[in-house]
Nanobody, 125 residues
Framework: QVQLVESGGGSVQAGGSLRLSCAASERTFSSYAMGWFRQAPGKEREFVAAISGPGAVRYFAASVKGRFTISRDNAKNSVFLQMNSLKPEDTAVYYC??????????????????WGQGTQVTVSS
């Protein structure tokens, strides 16, 4: 069982930046691909970004490409989401997720096995 804990959410004005962190309990962290998802009120949970176990392969949703960066530090069992040029439409609860196996995928929530509790990101105009 992998436990994930997100941090770093908060409120920011449009154009600002935030960095989300996710700490994992799993000692074989590098064997898990990791993803970030978000869910706005009244909407389905949507894919934001994914990174392979070794960190070499990364995918982004079209809506965040060029503004968000995903990275990981396997020595510290952590994955990060750097969010720049934030827009009000980025407002959502952001979730960290782990997928059994090191291959990153662009997929829905069903592709992931473990989830964090989520952290709120609010972007005001």
């Amino acid at each position: 069982q992998v436990q994930l804990v997100e941090s770093g959410g908060g409120s920011v004005q449009a154009g600002g930046s935030l960095r989300l962190s996710c700490a994992a309990s799993e000692r074989t962290f590098s064997s898990y691909a990791m993803g970030w998802f978000r869910q706005a009120p009244g909407k389905e949970r949507e894919f934001v970004a994914a990174i392979s176990g070794p960190g070499a392969v990364r995918y982004f949703a079209a809506s965040v490409k060029g503004r968000f960066t995903i990275s990981r530090d396997n020595a510290k069992n952590s994955v990060f989401l750097q969010m720049n040029s934030l827009k009000p439409e980025d407002t959502a609860v952001y979730y960290c997720a782990a997928r059994s196996g090191p291959w990153a995928v662009v997929g829905g929530p069903d592709e992931y096995n473990y989830w964090g509790q989520g952290t709120q990101v609010t972007v005001s105009s």
